[in-house]
């Protein structure tokens, strides 16, 4: 099913995200499965809920002369996380890098052969999460003709949603824009939401986003 979505963009900087990059690296994690993290964070707190899920979408390359072959290959997977309210968030974006890292590694099974299996309960949406957190981080090897610019834009807001809430990350900094500002592209249900509830929601994220670094040994609650 597809409804009729709001939008909101949320805006890094080069600064602010080179120092959450860097951190990243300091912890062994990816810039991902921190963005992950933090998502499932605002869940719980916006919800209520400690046992979650979201999905995401990991490029379908790893079978070999894939890369020859044009166009969109992709494999939808859901990333579930129980977060225990005494843990540290150390604890936490270790125990999610580390979901991650599973998820690649399984990848490949095919997620319409996953819902035959499982025969989940429906309700007209997706049987197993209405959040979906994708990143758009596939290097781009293109080169720039002599005398041309160009710049490629891939958070065009689509008016439509599938999902109650999703979240397009653009990480390609200057091959995305001249000043390196990594896009978050939130797009929501407006049957579901309301504008000011996600903006509650997104400035949420965005502080925890900014903060949480400087908190990685305090637990959760």
Known sequence: PVSLSGAQRMVFSAAEWARVEAGCRALGITSFAYSATILFLCLARH????????????????????????????????????????????????????????????????????????????????????????????PLTAETPEGLHWSKDETVESGTSKFDLDCLVIPRKDRFNQTGEVHFLWEYRSDVFETAEIGVFLENYRNCFLTALDQLDRPLD
């Open 47 to 138: 919800s209520g809920q400690q046992d979650l899920t979201i999905g995401t979408a990991f490029a379908n390359r790893s079978w070999g002369n894939s890369h020859d072959v044009l166009g969109m290959l992709v494999n939808t997977i859901v990333l579930r996380h129980q977060l225990g309210p005494q843990a540290t968030l150390r604890d936490t974006l270790q125990q999610l890098h580390n979901t991650v890292q599973a998820a690649h590694a399984n990848e490949g099974y095919p997620f319409a052969k996953l819902v035959e299996q499982l025969n989940p309960e429906r309700s007209g949406g997706n049987p197993f999460f209405n959040v979906l957190l994708g990143f758009h981080d596939t």
